[in-house]
């Protein structure tokens, strides 16, 4: 039976309200899973008016609850539009800054920074936008830290995305922060989506067309997923992929706006974080499966990537024992063992790894 999920996420939707995110917000944080069995959020809709015209008047959004759904919220998604000039309403940021008073996580997607900053709550807070709305926004909020370059910022309990696309990062950033890794790649592939872009990656990346099809990093990524335990350098990936370190360097550059080695180290952390929460509590084994080397560097790595030691990330992630239901018991029966926070009920997912490059599969049966 699904569980219910006690950690409440409201989105509010405001006038010119844009599409786009809403529907990335409804699918990763409403949706059910049953293939979970449990509920990741409880997810709720709410607008000022009973009628909310939606960006350009494609459509008119009615039967939502309406702004006191908010009063409830653990974290509050709040509204974005393209016509960031105009002021909102004055309502709507009232919630805004309550939610924030009370402790309530804000998430911005987009042009949302503005909600925020017009709140007054991002002075002297990190904060990303969208690039083509850079220069307006500083000139309206020069008190903001923006970060212009980045795909989102995490600044603990103010999160901001800066464009469309990276709503959805951001909002599998969100899930693998409350949940784990394991549960974020689950997400991402009901999406058929990347399971992790890095918050710090560049917003612009330029993909020319290729002139050879072989450029593809695709099947040097996969190769490469298959190997982090072994000791890989940038230079046996350039060798994998029969090109100098050089252009490997460019292409990665190109194709994923980042470089060799930090994608590298990346992946390894994430196959960390799945092997702590699969029970793995020997450190020196998780470095050396995960490609880390040794303890101390994955208590660094681990630290810089999720801000958690691994006993901190091993206590939110890993696994907990669940008392068998009450009922009589039998000396044949066998037990299913303990269950994890944010696992996966066995069985519900086929044996084997799953690959998405760029992304993260789940690790090798």
Wanted: net charge positive; proline share 9%; glycine share 8%.
């Amino acid at each position: 039976m699904s569980q219910e999920s006690s950690h409440r996420v409201v989105l509010v939707v405001d006038e010119n309200s844009n599409p786009f995110e809403m529907s990335c917000a409804i699918e990763v944080f409403g949706l059910p899973r049953p293939e979970l069995g449990r509920k990741l959020y409880d997810f709720r809709l709410c607008a000022a008016e009973p009628h909310t015209r939606m960006r350009d008047g494609f459509f008119t959004l009615t039967g939502v609850a309406g702004l006191e759904a908010a009063a409830e919220a653990d974290t509050l998604i709040v509204p974005n539009r393209p016509d960031t000039e105009v002021p909102r309403a004055e309502r709507v940021l009232d919630v805004v800054r309550r939610a924030h008073a009370r402790g309530a996580r804000l998430v911005g997607f987009c042009s949302g920074a503005f909600t925020i900053a017009e709140a007054g709550l991002l002075d002297g807070r990190r904060a990303a936008c969208h690039w083509m709305w850079e220069q307006s926004f500083r000139a309206r909020f020069p008190e903001v830290r923006l970060e212009p370059d980045v795909l989102f910022v995490d600044d603990g309990d103010i999160l901001t995305a800066s464009g469309s696309a990276s709503a959805l990062d951001l909002a599998l950033h969100v899930v693998r922060r409350d949940h784990g890794a394991e549960i974020a790649n689950h997400v991402s592939r009901r999406l058929v989506f990347g399971p992790h872009r890095d918050g710090g990656q560049r917003q612009f990346v330029e993909r020319p067309l290729p002139p050879v099809p072989d450029e593809s990093l695709g099947p040097l990524l996969a190769w490469a997923q298959e190997r982090l335990g072994e000791p890989l350098t940038v230079a046996d990936l350039a060798a994998r992929a029969a090109v100098s370190p050089a252009t490997l360097h460019r292409r990665f550059r190109a194709q994923l706006g980042t470089t060799p080695l930090a994608w590298l180290t990346r992946e390894r952390v994430a196959l960390a974080c799945r092997l702590i929460e699969r029970g793995e509590e020997r450190l020196d084994v998780v470095a050396a499966r995960s490609g880390l080397g040794t303890a101390a560097n994955l208590r660094a790595r681990l630290r810089r990537e999720t801000g958690l030691s691994p006993s901190d990330y091993r206590r939110r992630f890993g696994p907990e024992p669940v008392a068998p239901p009450p009922g009589p018991s039998s000396s044949g029966s066998s037990s299913s063992g303990p269950v994890r926070r944010g696992s996966v009920p066995p069985g519900s997912l086929p044996s084997g790894s799953v690959m998405i490059p760029p992304g993260r599969g789940t690790v090798p049966a």
